[in-house]
């Protein structure tokens, strides 16, 4: 059974950073794409970013030049390095997977999530 669960959310004021983590377990495909999704109270759930097992990563315009997605596959952790942050950025994260290396936005495709960090940016 694949779990994930992440890690490194917490309160920062704008223009701070924080560092999330997931660690995959039972996870062992060589070919995925995994993803870092957030969502507000009464909001819908928006994707952030993702890097799929050939490494290729690419993110969500609002997060662009700000927001990293990296990888230690020794490790089976996924992290997202979120600096220059902003009041609007304040979301529970989530990170997702799918066992295939062709990448969608839509949540819908992802098989696998975690619980979720709680990231809260104040002005």
């Known amino acids: 059974e694949i779990k994930l669960v992440e890690s490194g959310g917490g309160s920062v004021q704008a223009g701070g950073s924080l560092r999330l983590s997931c660690v995959a377990s039972g996870f062992n495909y060589r070919r995925y794409c995994m993803s870092w999704f957030r969502q507000a109270p009464e909001k819908a759930r928006e994707w952030v970013g993702r890097?799929?097992?050939?490494?290729?990563?690419n993110y969500a315009d609002s997060v662009k030049g700000r927001f990293t997605i990296s990888q230690d596959n020794a490790k089976n952790t996924m992290y997202l390095q979120m600096n220059s942050l902003k009041p609007e950025d304040t979301a529970m994260y989530y990170c997702?997977?799918?066992?295939?290396?062709?990448?969608?936005?839509?949540?819908?495709?992802?098989?696998?999530w975690g619980q979720g960090t709680q990231v809260t940016v104040s002005s």
């Open positions: 997702a997977a799918r066992t295939e290396d062709i990448c969608y936005l839509g949540s819908s495709y992802y098989n696998y």
């Open positions: 890097i799929n097992s050939g490494g290729i990563t």
